[in-house]
């Protein structure tokens, strides 16, 4: 627990747990460590050739385990044979990082950081037998660090194999005091307290690119030459020559990037024949997910106008590989490529998602036919690719219950996507050792003002306890979305006895691009209504409603209890937006703040700020309602929060304990705006358990 003094410095208070308190949690320890064996997937890998028979099925993947007790996560490497259904576990290792297949060679390369400061850089060449080769990227002293981040970094095979490309951080020269003794030649004086401008929110590290080349015969790494007035993200090969990548543009200063699709970008390319980078897209746009196809050249991505939401729908192009790019017909869709799309030189296999579920959509490019395949089989089920060869792909198969039944099979399996009918299971993966304790959850349609949404309701299952308490839970962006897949958060809950009311309001991404484009101009008013209409259809038959919500969804949970203090008995909120004309000076990406209140923004000149742009963010901002606040409320904040300050949590809970309103602060020193750390995650959850039980009279 914590208190704040008066200029704001958080400053612990010891406190210690109730009989009843260690009861509870003593319960929820025992149910947590219980979910934590449901594994998660991190990545699996084809090592069979596209000729192989579809029921001899080599692969790899990789599993991720939490451990609350030791703080980190573990993970398992296995490899994994279909005729036979053998099931070979690698030696576990905490060395995750990047994983790239070399094709037809039944090989792989690992790159990852390593070290106690993770500034080191390695990179290990294996095939079937074990560890051919390591390369130690650190003591080449080319560049720094190497992105492992999911915005920026990349790591690809040219087509030969004797070749890899990733990204790292330029290497820095030593700067020095103007007064150090003996500068090293090269040594820059003065320049120790510069600033250079990162990309914000998980990305600090992450200032100044290069394009790195690995050569797998020399060992030699060479460092690509690019223009200055561009940030290079996500290089693939496109046989043996050429490489794409994305060029964010510098003209304009750098925002937060993480969960951002909309900074202004190119699709570039790189001859590495004549050393010379081309640009193939249009200013004012944002590119994503470049795609080669080795064998006809072109490329496949994503793109949209940039600015605006953070995340909107995005046109499939396909670049030819000379001069020309086109918008595939009809085929805006929010999601992702597999990770290498092409299933033939028409075809692209994407992940869409949709209501409440991700699909695969087979996509022609010469038409935009799109194609949804086997989405029945699977009922409420999301799916995802893990990797694709050709025609076949190995995928994943998520659900908030992960217990087997005859209609949902949850784990691994394998496809052959030129033929429906050739769709195989080979292997179950671990979430199918799930707990004798589950959940059951139901897709629930709601309607207001003539628009519709959704949202998912999950049940304890038989054999757990029905607390009769509803959790009323919206999700963060605004623009994302809840679906189907597992989480251990949710599954957690109902098997304290919980029910959690998931709630995709207008502006949600499953719902289509005309719902995103209503709710900038319209947050604190549209959002809330909508998930406070769905509460209201479902909370008959609970004793209890509650609210818990992080970042957009702190900012409806605050909204929430604000505008309807009756309603809604306890709160759990963490790094909540409270002030957005307080957060805009502050945060990483004050475009959001503009954006949702419908004010105009530009990156490349941001706009003065004035009393009509600021008084249109505080009207949509829930501080103004928290004078009619009453329930009781628990904050969580993460200290190193880029995205949200940690200020506006602070703030909102000195002004409702001066109002008289129980609440109760945890500040996470070391972590940011997910509070998605091993430890935090677990005591975040642990700590909304012991404050609903406590203000509810729980039993």
Known sequence: HYYITNNLRIKPIMTSLTEEEEKDISRFTEVYKNTLNLLDIVGGWILSGPDDALDDVTFRTLWQQTDPVVKEAHHYLYKN???????????????????????????????????????????????????????DL????????????????????????????YVAEKKVVKSVSFFAENPKPGDKQGGVYDYTESWGEQLEKCCESVICVLNLDSGEVKILETPSDIFCAKPSWCGNETLFFIGFDLKCSKHGAIYCWNRPGKLCSYKTATNSVAFHTPEGKSVYMPSPNHESGEVAFLMCESG???????????????????????SLFY???????????????????????????KMNTESGFKENLWDGRYRTASLDVLDQVGSRCLLFVSDLNPVLSENTKQGIFSADLSNESS??????????DSPDVNCKYTIESFSREERAYNGILIRPGEGSSDLKTLIVF?????????TTAFRHDTYTLAQLGYSTLLVNYTGSLGLGQES????????????????????????????????????????????????????????AIRNPVIDMSNMVGVSDIPDWCYCEAGVDYSVYRPPTPNVAGIAAMLDKSPIRYIDQVKCPVLMLIGAKDLRVPPSQGLRYVRYLKSRGVPCSLRVYPEDCHPLSSVPVSADSLAHVHLWFKKHLNLS
Not at 106 to 118: A, C, F, T
Not at 308 to 330: A, L, Q, S, T, W
Not at 423 to 432: D, N, V
């Open 308 to 330: 605006g939401p953070h995340r909107k729908y995005m046109d499939v192009c396909i670049f030819d590989g000379k001069e020309n790019f086109k918008i595939v017909e009809n």
């Open 81 to 135: 044979y279909t005729k036979d259904g053998k099931c070979m576990p690698v030696t576990p290792t905490s060395k995750h990082g990047l994983i790239c297949q070399i094709r037809n060679k039944s090989s792989y390369v690992h790159l990852y950081n390593y070290g106690d400061d993770k500034k080191k850089n390695c990179l290990d060449f294996w095939n079937h037998k074990g560890l051919v080769k390591r390369y």
């Open 138 to 165: 650190s003591g080449k002293d080319v560049h720094g660090p190497i992105y492992t981040d999911p915005e920026f970094s990349s790591l690809s095979v040219s087509q030969d194999g004797k070749n890899v490309v």
């Open 474 to 482: 919206p999700h963060g962006g605004p623009h994302s979305m809840y």
């Open 516 to 571: 995103i484009d209503m709710l900038p101009g319209n947050v604190g008013d549209i959002d809330v209504k909508d998930v406070h209409h769905a509460a209201m259809q479902i909370a008959p038959g609970f004793q209890h409603v509650v609210v818990m919500g992080g970042s957009h969804g702190g900012f409806l949970s605050a909204h929430l209890i604000g505008q309807y203090p009756d309603f809604y008995k306890a709160a």
């Open 423 to 432: 769709i195989k299971e080979f292997w179950k993966s671990s979430l199918c």
């Open 335 to 361: 999601g992702k490529f597999s990770p290498s799309p092409w299933i033939d030189g028409r075809n692209l296999l994407l992940v869409s998602f949709t209501g409440t579920k991700s699909v695969l959509i």
